[in-house]
């Protein structure tokens, strides 16, 4: 990856300037009973390689539902370390987990299907990326205070497609806190509830694509729940 650019200047990407006011309320809306978003709209925000944000993907109350349930059970995030020693172990995600300087964030694994909502967004998760819920890993949750930080870092080969879900906004004059890929010059804003999906496998080579390096930078304010 030393060998790729890493241009100037940086596009930010901000779902909420994706829809129009009209738009942006009809996405906010959901069902009172059983909080399920109203509708659904996807956005290829980059085409080569393509990467897709869906605002509004988890409602308000699916969100604060996630947050809750993992209250009182988050733990220091751990980094994977290479244990492979062929590309076929490397393909299946052999990797041991360890504490890193270059994750200071806070994590929590949920169970397959651990409530009802969790089990729809699974399946909405898997909808959106063309995959069948089998190949689903467990939602990952993760917590980052202000300061706190994933610094530079490749989701795998192994993980073919990443779908990071933002759970909660920061202040509007909190700058940091973004998801931001150096090698496309892209930074995505947070805003709850919006999808931000990417492909870890480059499509011509069917090997872990370097461009998709990203990093999630630490908020300078508020805390980011995703």
Not at 92 to 98: H, R, S, V, W
Not at 123 to 129: D, N
Request: proline share 7%; charged share 30%.
């Amino acid at each position: 990856t030393a060998a790729l650019p890493r241009p100037e200047p940086i596009t930010v990407v901000d779902s909420k300037e994706l829809l129009t006011e009209e738009d942006e309320a009809a996405a906010r809306s959901y069902d009172p009973v059983n909080g399920l978003p109203r509708s659904l709209r996807a956005f290829v925000v980059l085409r080569e390689p393509r990467m897709t944000v869906a605002p509004h993907f988890f409602s308000g109350p699916e969100c604060d539902h996630l947050i809750k349930l993992v209250d009182g059970c988050w733990m220091p995030s751990l980094v994977g370390q290479a244990t492979y020693s062929t590309d076929e172990e490397y393909s299946k995600g052999d990797l041991e987990n360890a504490l890193s300087k270059t994750r200071t964030s806070w994590s929590c694994m949920m169970r397959y299907a651990q409530t009802s909502v969790v089990e729809r967004l699974e399946h909405r998760l898997a909808t959106l990326a063309g995959l069948p819920t089998e190949q689903l890993e467990r939602m990952n949750m993760v917590r980052y205070a202000p300061g706190e930080l994933f610094d530079e870092h490749h989701d795998g080969k192994f993980r073919p497609i990443t779908v990071f879900v933002y759970l909660s906004d920061l202040p509007e004059d909190d700058d940091q806190g973004d998801t931001f890929f150096p090698h496309l010059g892209v930074s995505f804003r947070p805003r709850r509830g919006t999808a931000v999906m990417w492909s870890n496998v480059d499509k011509d080579t069917d090997q872990e694509d370097s461009r998709m390096l990203h990093s999630g930078r630490a908020p300078r304010k508020g805390v980011k729940y995703g």
